[in-house]
């Protein structure tokens, strides 16, 4: 009853796709499977428990017998990618030939770090990357030579990341690493972008010196005017770079192409000013100048539109139309940015979608959307659910608090570890804001958080309970302290850079207690909450939401069960794992249950 297709990647020479696949949901390992597309020939199990994986170059022999050497990635018993291996094999007439045994390649002994494989956009090198929450270190592997040892881009430093692709005989590398520097310690470095020629690679030791052979390109300035901008990815053809780039005051996405040959000639997109997120295509042919990318807004559903590097030209290639009842209208909405003031005087965005007008201040229903962690950009993209909400009337709020990358790496260092608490106090200053300003009142302002954000929520509700009338904690992170005290969780020792660890330094143990919502549950009147949780949940063990429900229901003051404002509901799911339902439909029918909820603790 359960399929999930995990990774799906062509060959270099698109003759052959290769994909895993997983039968349960209880497992974190696929099997992988190939096809060969042009006989339609399928090959089933090649390699079995494994988490990635990755093409080498292919040989073609006169008896039709394929050749080629996979990589692929194998787990822990915590479920982390931490070994990456190599099989030569040989594929003729649905059958598999094993040409050798498999070869370890590369093992990460570091229980924070993280395993990732890929190609290079030319095809010429296979990466093995190993992240941890905040450093990572990349080696290469030739993809015609395969069974030469890998080599290492440069060596890992503390705070400091750096991801590869390569062309012109050049990897460029986007890092937060500081070249001129003897620190290098990428503490507030926003990410920039640097070359590595292949000479430099082949005749230097770059396992033990940091950055040597690194030159940086001379992007120039962002055109947001009086900001900057961080580069957040990049896309190469063969004579393109492309820049995906946010900038650090407003938060707003731009993308900017440069040819290789030219740096200085560097021209941004002219892209609608209400885009808040941009999405960049596959993007496959290298060889070609054409750069596809999709577009959305919170208003406006996925527009893909292609961008002709050579000729400066943008061209609409699909749009999303939304049909059937209601009917939406997204000129009778509108979509903007505020900044609002936090504790510490700190501006902080906050988008808002609503219907035009307003008219009933005081009187709309509104939902606060939170996160803020890992450096990650709040979603506020398009999503067809929501119109169920705004149709009828209410606000949907983002807050991009402290702990996100909205605003550059600053921004996430300031909300994160032992500063972990201006997260918190951004999105108090956001429902506060919204109350103020006459946009809603308490009884009609709900907060909904998912993981990370549910630890946002509860902390939330144990400082200022009084400014929500209902929550929706999906999955919540409700006990870091718990978490961060116990290495035998499955992510805990990948965790430390985000949150601390408590058990070598007791400041950092009192911090985390101080704001852990599961150990500052006190006697009070709480919101009503609808808190999930699932048995196959790898990242948030079930007994976090279960405690949390526990715990709420046992020291709250309001214990009326007949007054919907006093809902405590936990749903736990056994079927589906962290990121709830898959499928076409099954984000939907969860937006449906938290909606059904919302609207009837709100006693609308």
Request: glycine share 6%.
């Amino acid at each position: 009853d359960y399929v999930h297709v995990g990774i799906l990647k062509m060959s270099a020479d698109h003759h052959f796709l290769g994909y895993t696949l997983a039968t349960s949901a209880a497992t974190a390992s696929f099997d992988l499977y190939l096809k060969d597309l042009r006989r339609n020939k399928s090959y089933c199990q090649v390699v079995q428990d494994i988490t990635g994986f990755e093409w080498s170059h292919i040989f073609y022999d006169d008896q039709e017998k394929v050749h080629t050497t996979l990589f692929f990635t194998k787990a822990d018993m915590n479920n982390r990618p931490f070994q990456t291996w190599s099989v030569q094999i040989e594929l003729c007439n649905e059958t598999v030939t094993y040409m050798s045994e498999p070869d370890l390649v590369f093992e990460e002994p570091d229980e924070a770090c993280y395993v990732d494989l890929q190609r290079t956009k030319d095809g010429k090198f296979i990466t093995i990357t190993s992240n941890s929450k905040s450093s990572s270190e990349v080696h290469v592997v030739e993809s015609q030579s395969p069974t030469l040892p890998p080599k290492c881009i440069s060596p890992r430093i503390a705070n400091v990341e750096y991801y590869i692709d390569h062309v012109q005989n050049s990897f460029y590398i986007v890092h937060n690493g500081r070249l001129a520097s003897a620190e290098n310690t990428g503490d507030s470095a926003d990410y920039t972008l640097s070359t590595l020629a292949d000479k430099d690679l082949r005749h230097q030791n770059h396992s033990s010196k940091p950055f040597l052979g690194w030159k940086n390109v001379p992007t120039g300035n962002s055109s947001h005017a009086s900001s900057t901008a961080q580069i957040e990815d990049i896309d190469l053809v063969s004579e393109y770079c492309a820049l995906f780039e946010r900038s650090t005051r407003t938060g707003m996405p731009q993308v900017r192409v440069f040819p290789l040959e030219d740096a200085s000639s560097i021209k941004t997109l002219n892209l609608p000013s209400q885009v808040c997120n941009i999405e960049p295509g596959m993007n496959q042919d290298y060889f070609g100048h054409r750069l596809r990318l999709t577009l959305s807004s919170p208003l406006s559903p996925g527009k893909v539109l292609s961008y002709n590097m050579a000729e400066d030209s943008l061209e609409t290639l699909r749009e999303e139309r939304i049909i059937g009842f209601p009917r939406f209208d997204p000129q009778e909405f509108q979509s903007y940015t505020v900044m609002v003031q936090s504790h510490d005087g700190v501006e902080v965005p906050m988008t808002l979608v609503h219907r035009n007008g307003l008219a009933n201040k005081h009187k709309a229903p509104a939902l606060l959307h939170g996160y803020g962690a890992y450096g990650i950009n709040f979603d506020v993209s398009f999503h067809a659910e929501r119109l169920s909400l705004l149709t009828r009337g209410w606000i949907v709020a983002f807050a991009h608090v402290r702990g996100g990358g909205e605003l550059g790496r600053a921004w996430y260092n300031d909300g994160k570890g032992m500063k972990k608490k201006n997260s918190i106090h951004d999105y108090l200053a956001c429902a506060e804001w919204l109350i103020e300003e006459g946009f809603t009142r308490p009884e009609l302002l709900a907060g909904h958080g998912m993981s990370a954000g549910g630890l946002l929520l509860g902390a939330a509700s144990n400082w200022r309970p009084e400014l929500f009338r209902a929550m929706v904690m999906k999955v919540p992170f409700v006990d870091p302290l718990g978490s961060m005290c116990d290495p035998n969780e499955a992510l805990t020792l990948h965790e430390y850079d985000e949150w601390g660890n408590p058990d070598k330094d007791r400041c950092v143990k009192q911090y985390i207690e101080s704001y852990s919502p599961l150990q500052n549950v006190t006697s009070q009147k709480y919101p009503a909450m609808l808190v999930t949780g699932s048995t196959l949940d790898d990242r948030v063990p079930l007994k976090q939401p279960m405690s949390w429900v526990q715990r709420i229901r046992e020291s709250r003051t309001n214990t009326d069960n007949s007054d919907p404002a006093n809902l405590l509901l936990l749903h736990v799911d056994q079927d589906v794992g962290h990121f709830g339902e898959g499928g076409r439909y099954g984000h939907l029918t969860e937006a449906a249950f938290e909606y059904s909820f919302l609207e009837k603790a709100l006693g609308l």
